[in-house]
């Protein structure tokens, strides 16, 4: 999780040299600071956690910080698809920043296809307001993350995943 959470990092940081909108870029790099810090701290926390063994405080201080990885790693692709929509400068010669511009501009050229599908087919109401339902989500950068409700005493505080899924299964 935390070299994941390093990859979102520089990801963000590549899309903040790159975006033309200032206050964009400022909410992308400062997104992707409290996302450096809080991967710092969740890999500080798993090398404590190794040593000193298995205790509940370490397990329920580890689960804290990965959850707050997780909400920084959203508010990065927040302000990333901010950074898409306001539009991207040119890329620099680094195959990394044409790599993550090509990826933004693929996803932009999405949210565009959906959104003119939308308007062409929208279906309305007596009222003429646009009916949710059967309406498909726009293209976003995050894959959905269900939020889980805080665990209670009679549950599990660490489930074994099914046979052929992981622990990053859930989380990604």
Same mark, same amino acid.
């Given at each position: 999780m935390v070299s994941d959470g390093q990859l979102v990092v520089k990801f963000g940081n590549i899309l903040a040299k790159h975006c033309l909108d200032q206050r964009c870029s400022t909410e992308l790099l400062r997104a992707t600071e409290n996302t450096q810090s809080i991967s710092s701290q969740l890999g500080i926390v798993a090398r404590v956690k190794a040593?000193?063994?298995?205790?509940?405080?370490?397990?329920?201080? #580890? #689960?804290?910080?990965?959850?707050? #990885?997780?909400q920084a790693v959203q508010h990065v692709l927040r302000a990333a698809e901010a950074a898409c929509v306001k539009g991207l400068g040119k890329p620099s010669a680094d195959p990394e920043a044409e790599e993550v511009a090509a990826f933004c501009q693929q996803w932009r050229e999405k949210l565009t296809q959906h959104r003119a599908k939308e308007a062409l087919n929208s279906d309305r109401d007596e009222l003429g307001l646009r009916k949710t339902r059967g309406a498909k989500a726009e293209p976003t950068l995050m894959y959905p993350v269900q939020e889980q409700p805080p665990q209670s005493r009679n549950t599990p505080k660490h489930p074994s995943p099914r046979k052929g899924h992981t622990v990053m299964d859930r989380h990604l």
């Open positions: 040593v000193t063994g298995e205790s509940k405080a370490s397990s329920e201080l #580890l #689960l804290s910080n990965v959850q707050n #990885l997780i």
